[in-house]
């Protein structure tokens, strides 16, 4: 019999080695670059199959919230300096990331803020007065969380994680399509809790979206300390997450990337985690003095990266705003700062004794013993004023 090279080459064993198994990890991982939709100056760039542009007037909206956000920042900043507020987290330069994730969730989705969530808080429709009230440190919360869908803000790093996927799993076990979504810092991706979180709602399918804002440091603790991983966002591959990392200064790529996010977790396809490159303009909180940890030239590199100006230049572009429609929400903003002001320059009203409610479901005896003695010590302080 006459064997042909083309038997031959068919009978080979190197023909007969089976095709390379896929990569599982391939379906969790994030784009090698963060996704942008545009450049800088505000110039859009070619959309992802994945990730269409969000409506036009979604992102009229986005311009709009993000200017009063950044004029509530800006108050708030300096209410501090005037000593109406004990403490306060700037989120300047980060308004792409605060208001796009309001804007990806529907109003019966709870967040899980952080401390720099305050601008996230009143894009939500949250009165700043009451957000500020934590900050004030009048009361441990000064909205309520179950109105609101908004667990209070969080000052231990990444607790939240673990609050957020519990409650997540909770709502899809009663048969809710509720998504819950918790802000990160890129400090809080070093702490225990945000293991046992993304963990706990990976192997649960908790209907849960992780929004790290990595904004390069931890209070002063750059992000080369923190990881040695290209990117925060693969992170997600080790707990079996799928992951994204988008530019944290472009508007449209951040509501883009998180509508998809929200989707994915409300199909019932468990977590998703989102990592968005951005940068705190201000410093950590009032009390921080930033210049000992960075210098000034890397500030104004990410001043021209400003998310505010790079939607306003899209937007001209597209004919959807002009200068009366700027003119008109810097005015709005004004006017919600000067409300701000005005109300937290009134002197509050504060029960001592309200110290003691909501600390234990079933007050302990010590803090029955405590609440007893702080009731005895105002009813003498009173007594005495009264005989003056």
């Known amino acids: 019999m006459t064997t042909t090279p083309e038997a031959v080459r068919r009978a080979s064993p190197r023909s007969r080695r089976k095709a390379t198994p896929p990569d599982p990890a391939k379906p969790l991982l994030p ?15 070619p959309a992802p199959a994945d990730y269409p542009e969000p409506p036009v007037e979604a992102l009229v909206e986005m311009y709009r919230r993000m200017v009063i956000g950044r004029r509530f920042d800006v108050q708030a900043t300096a209410l501090t ?4 507020l004990a403490v306060y987290p700037s989120s300047r330069g980060q308004e792409a990331c605060q208001v796009g994730a309001v804007l990806a969730l529907r109003e019966d ?20 007065v009451e957000v500020l009230t934590l ?18 803000q969080c000052t231990p790093l990444a607790t939240q994680c673990v609050h957020a996927a519990g409650l997540a799993y909770g709502e899809a076990y009663q048969g809710r399509d509720t998504v819950a979504l918790a802000f990160i810092g890129d400090g809080a991706t070093s ?10 709602a990976a192997v649960f ?37 799928p992951s994204e990392q988008v530019d944290g200064n472009d508007p449209v790529a951040v509501l883009a990337v998180l509508t998809r996010a ?33 210098d000034g030239a890397e500030v104004e590199a990410w001043r021209d990266r400003d998310p505010v100006a790079r939607l306003e230049a899209y937007l001209r572009s597209r004919g959807v705003l002009d200068d009366a429609g700027v003119a008109a929400v810097a005015e709005e903003a004004e006017a919600y700062a000067a409300d701000l002001r005005t109300r937290m320059n009134a002197q509050p009203t504060v029960d001592p004794m309200s110290l003691f409610d909501h600390v ?8 029955v013993e405590q609440r007893e003695q702080v009731r005895a010590e105002l009813a003498a302080a009173a007594d005495e004023e009264s005989e003056r």
């Not at 300096?81 to 109406?84: A, F, I, L, M, W």
């Not at 234990?360 to 803090?367: D, G, M, R, S």
């Open 109 to 128: 989705d709870w967040v899980f803020p952080t401390y720099r969530e305050s601008m996230a808080l009143v894009s939500r429709g949250i009165d700043p």
């Open 135 to 152: 900050l004030r440190g009048d009361w441990h919360c000064g909205y309520d969380p179950a109105e609101r869908r908004t667990a209070p």
């Open 360 to 367: 234990y479901a079933e007050p302990t005896p010590q803090l």
């Open 262 to 294: 929200v989707e994915h977790a409300r199909a019932g396809r468990g977590p998703f985690l989102v990592e968005a490159h951005t940068y705190r303009m201000e410093p950590h909180t009032n009390a921080d003095d930033a210049t000992r940890y960075r």
């Open 81 to 84: 300096k005037q000593g109406r």
């Open 205 to 241: 399918k908790a209907p849960v979206v992780y929004f790290v804002q990595n904004n390069r440091y931890a209070i002063s603790v750059p992000l080369s300390r923190q990881t040695a991983a290209p990117s925060l966002a693969y992170k997600g591959v080790g707990y079996g997450v």
């Open 31 to 45: 784009a090698t670059e963060p996704v942008r939709l545009l450049d800088p100056t505000g110039t859009p760039l």
């Open 191 to 200: 702490e225990g809790d945000f293991h046992e979180g993304v963990n706990f």
